[in-house]
């Protein structure tokens, strides 16, 4: 198993269950960190944070979130991610606790960054979130924008949401976020939770260095997470399966500059 590749947990207890926990102690990652949680219904799950910022977001089901006197109520837009629609989420500060309610089986992602200072805790609606759609060829795939590097909500947090069809490549070319190098590269670790439609699918994912000091490729499954802390990273979908993947970034800067492979950079200058 990859170094970089995280597999699903399925253990359950009292409603909850912690599907993916990656953070700085079992990676490679300093600025991000990611856990997924799954909560039965009328389940509860609890957190307090530190020196840490989380974004919530209700990748399923129904929800609500208290944070202090704030409640966010009503969370979750589908039953499946490849509804295709944007969701709700939850923007928390540091130095705040938390508390997630499952209204109906939900699951939710947490994803984390360094707080560069206390912001006001809101929800980013689903209604909220931009919807773009890049690339052509067989490079096309469509973003919900929950935290750009143009939001002013977080303070280090970028969360985006991808869907991939079969067939076309994602993070393509390959591209990296390694070198704190402004304003031609930013320096932003990144995670991938991946999900698959139908779910026996995968997908392939490769990280490498210009060195070659790193160099893995990935079959990834439903359900896998996948840690980025340096390289070029990306995504190919087999044809009749359709991916998607939450991304979570985070580094010294609050800024997405990225560095096309020159090798393969060529692609974009087709007609």
């Known amino acids: 198993m990859s170094k970089l590749q995280y597999k699903p947990n399925d253990h359950n207890v009292s409603g909850v269950t912690i599907l993916q926990d990656v953070h700085e102690r079992n990676s490679d990652l300093k600025y991000v960190a990611f856990k997924l949680i799954q909560l039965d219904e009328q389940a509860t799950y609890a957190e307090e944070l530190t020196d840490k910022e989380v974004c919530i977001v209700v990748l399923t089901g129904k929800a609500s979130v208290k944070t202090g006197d704030q409640l966010f109520e009503e969370l979750g837009t589908r039953d499946s991610v490849f509804e295709k629609k944007p969701t709700d989420s939850v923007y928390i500060s540091k130095d705040s606790t938390f508390k997630i309610a499952a209204k109906s089986a939900c699951k939710i992602a947490l994803c984390y960054a360094p707080a560069t200072e206390k912001r006001q805790a809101q929800v980013i609606r689903a209604a909220d979130n931009s919807v773009e759609h890049r690339g052509k060829y067989q490079n096309k795939r469509m973003v919900h924008n929950i935290l750009p590097d143009s939001s002013a909500v977080s303070s280090s947090l970028l969360v985006v949401e991808v869907y991939t069809d079969g067939g076309n490549f994602s ?72 991916s998607y993947y939450l991304n979570v970034m985070a580094g010294p800067k609050k800024i997405w500059k990225f560095h096309n492979d020159p090798d393969h950079e060529w692609i974009l200058k087709r007609k």
């Open 171 to 242: 993070s393509y070319p390959p591209h990296k976020h390694d070198q704190d190098n402004l304003p031609e590269e930013s320096f932003l670790e990144e995670t991938y939770y991946h999900e698959i439609d139908p779910e026996q699918g995968f997908v392939f994912q490769r990280v490498y260095t210009d060195d070659r000091s790193l160099d893995e490729t990935m079959s990834v499954e439903h359900g896998d997470v996948v840690s980025v802390p340096k390289g070029y990273h990306p995504v190919g979908v087999p044809d009749g399966y359709t």
